[in-house]
C-alpha cells in the first residue's frame, strides 16, 4: 500500500493572475538569474556541542575569491531562523549586518576565515529540515536549503567543500556519533561527554553534510569492491528494530556490485552508514557516506512488513546509493536542475530493480505509478518541465515529473542508442564532471558525444511541460502498411504554444490472424510523420510504444478484437498488459460519460471478462504477471483519461463504474477466482512461487469482494486469521476493512493490538481505514485523527491517515464535499508545524479544472479558504496560489 499522489482534474477560472502581490508573497528565483558564486569555499570546520535543546555550532569557513565570478567586497551568508552570537574574519570581529535571514559580512582581501558561531533548539525543530531531534536522537536533513537552519553558509549546491567536523556530547545520550567521510579521531573528556572527529575527503555542497547523535546499534558486513577495497557496511537503527535490517544490508550489497557491473561505479570510501529515523519529511537522503532514512525504508521483515514493502526498501536503498556517483560526485549546479540527479537516479534504480526481480512486472509497476502521479501533474496548473524555470520554493520541485519523467526522458536517450552507446555516454558524463557542479545541457552534451547522437530537438524534453499526445492512423498498401502519427503537446502554465519533439517509440505489426511482426524502433520527429511498415499476415495489429518507450498517451480506437488479441498474444508482456488496459480505459470512460448504447456496453464487459478468463486460464503466465492482468486502471488515471478536451471528469461515475466492472468480473468469474484464490492460498511463503501467489490472492478476494460481500468477508477472515506474513495479512484485512460486515471489527482490532508498538504497522492500521471502501470512510477518518495514536508531528503518520484519505477518490471526492474539507484543514493545521509535508497535500485539491462543475467550486472553495487564511508558508502559499491560476 503506497501513497502516490491523488487524483483530480480542471475548469476555467480567474484567480490571483491579475491581482496584486500581497505584501509577504514570496519571491520568485528564476534559472535565468543563475550567476557563480563571487566566493569559494574550499574548507570547512564544524564544531557541535550537542544537545537535544540547546546545540552550539562553530563553523569556520575558508574563503578565497572565485575568479570565474564577478568581484564582491562581501559575502551572503545564507540563515534561516539564525541568529549569529559571534562573527569574526581572521579572527578579528567586522562589521556585519542582517538582510532578511542571511548576514552579509564585508571582505576585502582574497582570502579569509571567517568564524561564525550559533545556537540552535534541536527539540523545536517540527519542520525536519536541519539540526532535529527525533526519539531521543539527533540528526539532520539539508537537502535543498535545511544547513543555514544550522549555520550561515552559502547553502547552494555549487559551492563544494572539504569538510571536517567535531562533534562534543553527552555520553548516555548520544553514543554514536557519526558524520560524512571517515571517523579520524574521538575521545573521553571524562566529564560524561565524549567527542569524535571525522573527516570527508570528497568535496561536497551543503546540502549533502549530515550528522547522527543517538543511541543506535549497527548491522553491519564488510562489502569488497571490485578494486579491492573492503567497505565497512552498516545499518544503524535502535537496538529493537535490529533484526529487521538484514533485507536492507542485503539490498545494500546487492546495488554496490550492480552499479559496477552495469554502470562501472566503484564505492569510493572505507565506510557506508545509513541511519533509519522515523520522522522523515520523505523517503531517505542521500548524504556523502551517511544516509538518512526514513525507518519505512530500512525495515523490513516477513511479519511486520509486505513484499511490495521490501521491494521498496530494496529500491530505495538502491537509489541512495545510486545517488553517491549521480549526485554526489557529479552534482547539481542550481536546484533547476535537480532533474540531473534524480531523473537519473530514478532510472538507475528502476533499472536495478528490473535485473533483480524481472522487468515486465517492474516496468508495469513504473509506468501505473507515472501514470498516477506524473501525468495528472502535467495535466494541471502546477505542470512544469523537468527542469523548471522558475520557483518559489524549492521542496516543491520534488515532484513526480522531476523524478519520474526525469527517468522516462533518459530512458528515451538509453533506447534511442541502445545500452551499450548509453553506458558510453554516461561513461564520458561521468568522467567530464567528476567533482564538478553540472547542469542538465551538460548531461545530454555528454550522451551526444559518449553516444553518438544528435539530441538538438530532444533538448525540447528538458523544457517543455505537459504530456505529448500521438494520434495514430493506419492504412493497408499491398503487402504494407502506413502508419501515420500526429502529436501535439498540451498547453501549460505560462507554455501556451508547444514545439514537436522526437518520440522513439517500439513497435509491432502483428497479424489478427496469429502471425506476429517483428519489433522495431521508430522515431517521430515531425507533428506529422508517416511510417512503411511491413505487413506479418492479414489484419494488421499495431503493437505500439511496448515497453512504454515514451511517456506519451496514444489516441487509437481499436477495434476491440484487435485489444483482445493483443491481450491474450502479444509477445511483449508490456503490450499485453497496456491492451488490457486500454480495453478498460474505453469501456469504462465510456460508462462513466454515458456514451456507450446498451448492447456496446454488454460487449465492452464481456471483452474484459473474456481477456480476465484467459489471463486467469493461461498456464504460461507466472502469477506476479497474472497479478498485473487483473489490475483494472485506477480511478487517477481513469480521470485524466475522461478529461479529454472539454470534457470533464466525474469522480462518482467514474467509480460507479469502475465498481460495477469488478462486480460483473468477480460474478461471471467467481468460480475461478475461487480455484485462484484456493491454489495460491496452498502455496508455501519460502516457496519461490509464494510472492506471486500473495499477490493473486489478494486480487482474487477483492473481485470478488465486489460480487460476493458475504463470501468474500469469510474468505478475507480465514485468509486473515491464516496469514503467517504481512503481505496476507494486510490484503485480507484492507478488504474486510471495505465491507461492512461482522468480520471487520475484531480484525481490525486484532490487527492493531498485536502491532501496537509498532509505528509502521500502526501507520499501516490507520492507511487501510482511511483507503477502504466502507460507506462510512469520512466518519473513520474523523475519529482517527482523534486516536492517540495519531499525531501531525509525525510525517508518516499524517501521510498514512490523510494522504492515504486523499487517494482514496471515493471518499475525497464525496459530493457533499467533506472530504475537501478535511484537507484542506489538515494543510492548515499542518503548515505551522511542517510546511513541506503540508504543501503536499495541495495538490490533491488543485486538479478541480478538470473535475465537474459542483465538484470544481467545492475544492475550489477550500484553496481559496486556504489563501484567505494569511500567514502561509512559502511552501503552500506557493502550491496554493498555483492552484487557483491553473
Ligand atoms: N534527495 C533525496 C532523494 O531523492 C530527496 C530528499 C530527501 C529530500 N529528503 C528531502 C528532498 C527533504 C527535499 C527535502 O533521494
Ligand atoms: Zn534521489
Redesign the pocket.
Known sequence: MDITTPPIAPEAGPALADAAPTPHEPPVIRREDYRPFPWLVPEVRLDFTLGLTHTLVEAQLTVQRNARADRAETIRLNGDGLAPLGVLVDGAPVDWHMDGGDCIVPLRGETHLITITTAIDPSANTQL?GLYASNGMLCT?C??EGFRRITFFPDRPDVLSVYRVRMCGDKAAFPVLLCNGNKIAEGDNGDGTHWAEWHDPWPKPSYLFALVAGDLVANSRPFTTCSGRVVTCNIWVRKEDLARTDHALESLHRAMKWDEEVFGREYDLDLYNIVAVSDF??????NKGLNIFNTKYVLADPDTATDADFDAVEGVIA??YF?NWSGNRVTCRDWFQLSLK?GFTVLRDQLFSQDMRGEAVKRIEDVRILRAAQFPEDAGPLAHPIRPDSYREI?NF?TATVYNKGAEVIRMMRSMVGEARFRAGCDLYFARHDGEAATCEEFVKAIEDGAGIDLSRFRLWYSQAGTPRVAVSQEVEGDRLRLTLRQSVPPTPGQPHKQPMPIPLRLAVHSRRGALGEERLIVLEEAEQSFDLPLAGPDPVVSINRGFTAPVIIERTLAREDLVFLAAHDDDPFARSEALQELAVAHLVGVASGTLAPDEQAAGEAAIIAAFASSLADNALDDAMRGELLLLPSETYLFEAMAVGERKADPGAIHAAREGLKAAIGAALGGELRALHARASAVAREDPAGRGARKVKTIALGLIAAADPAAAAALAAAQYDAADNMTDRQGALMVLAGLDCPEREGRLADFYARYRDNALVVDKWFSLQALSLHPQVIDHVRALAEHPDFTLRNPNRVRALHMAFAGNPKAFHAPSGEGYRIIADVILALDPINP?TAARFVPALGRWQRIEPGRAALMRAELERIMAAGKLSRDTFEQVSRSLEG
Not at 281 to 286: I, K, L, R, T
Open positions: 529540515m536533513q537537502e535543498a519529511n520523505m523517503g531517505a537522503m542521500e537509489h541512495e545517488h534524480e521542496s520534488y513541506q
